[in-house]
């Protein structure tokens, strides 16, 4: 028998508690949330999701209580669904999808959101678009929203990264070149004529997105000691899946520098990070690690091994269930 294939991590980090968020992929129509301890490093499984999660588009509040997350769906059901619709943002209790609060959005084109305080979120929907769901309204939550819509992973991870500590020393710039997609949106918006799902369907996905980054981002980060600093370089690629259509994404590799002691990679790290208390975190290869500094030199401990995991039907408690 084959291995199966390898999990993909990641994580966001409370600001004012001891918790973090892990969002496992794997196999790709499959997501689970994973509720992570950072002080004793206890992982509690929450609830699976067979779609997609955009975990860039998601966050946590800083109590570490609730998730807000942007999911969206791929079946014929869904994307009939007028209610609902396809994709949505919606509000939780960690680490449970059950939506206590639901924005239908209709389209991946932007969507999620940041928290601002416990009690305050920021949706990254047009205005339009930021009406909830009747039978999910926000109740103990102040919403703002987009104008209009800014953007899809960048306008909520770059609020997580500047709000986590992250200091911006470049900005990426990439450009989507020699793409027909690209050239038959602009004319069909001039158009006036619906950029729907059904619209978008029709577009080959290899030809939707051919991007090339001519000045890489790059983001910095210190520990509470300032003897550690992490470098993530961000890039924008087609990522390659195993149906051979190229999708973009952003991609990011990370470096850690010991002080006075020169820098190394963080090979093939989906994601790092200092956690609250200051420590070196990252995810690789579906496991989850953390690292220290011995004597100039970054050693690793492995915390955690989610390659194993199967969907297996979890139920929300009561009190995941209401506000």
């Not at 955690?304 to 039907?313: L, S």
């Amino acid at each position: 028998m084959k291995n199966p294939p390898t999990a993909h991590l990641h994580f966001i980090l409370a600001k004012e508690a001891p918790i973090g968020v892990i969002f496992r992929r794997g196999p790709d129509k499959w997501v689970q949330v994973i509720k992570w301890n950072t002080n004793t490093d206890t992982f509690e499984p929450g609830h699976w999701f067979h779609g997609r999660i955009y975990e860039k588009r998601s966050d946590l509040s800083p109590d570490g209580s609730k998730l807000v997350y942007f999911a969206q769906k791929f079946t014929w059901r869904a994307q009939n669904d007028v209610e609902y619709t396809c994709a949505w943002t919606a509000v939780s209790k960690m680490p449970y999808l059950t939506a206590l609060a639901l924005w239908p959005r209709g389209t991946s084109s932007d969507g999620g959101g940041t928290f601002i305080s416990n009690t305050e979120l920021h949706l990254n929907h047009p205005r339009s678009f930021s009406i909830p769901h009747p039978a999910h309204l926000p109740q103990g939550l102040y919403v703002s929203n987009n104008d209009k819509s800014s953007g899809e992973d960048e306008p909520v991870l770059n609020h997580r990264l500047a709000r986590a500590g992250w200091h911006q020393v470049q900005s990426m710039v990439a450009e989507n070149v020699g793409s027909p997609y690209a050239k038959a949106l602009t004319e069909r918006i001039e158009s006036g004529l619906p950029c729907d799902v059904d619209w978008c369907m029709t577009i080959e996905a290899d030809n939707r997105h051919r991007w090339i980054t001519h000045v890489a981002g790059l983001h910095r980060k210190p520990n509470k000691t300032n003897i550690l600093v992490l470098t993530m370089t961000t890039t924008m690629e087609p990522i390659q899946r195993a149906s051979t259509k190229s999708y973009p994404q952003l991609s990011h590799r990370f470096t850690v520098e010991v002080m006075n002691r020169g820098k190394c990679e963080l090979p093939n790290a989906d994601w790092a990070d200092f956690d609250q208390s200051g420590r070196l975190v990252f995810v690789r290869g579906g496991k989850v690690f953390a690292a220290e500094n011995a004597h100039g030199v970054i050693v690793e401990r492995e915390l955690a091994d989610f390659n194993g995991n199967r969907f297996e039907p979890v139920e929300a408690p009561e009190w995941a269930t209401h506000w």
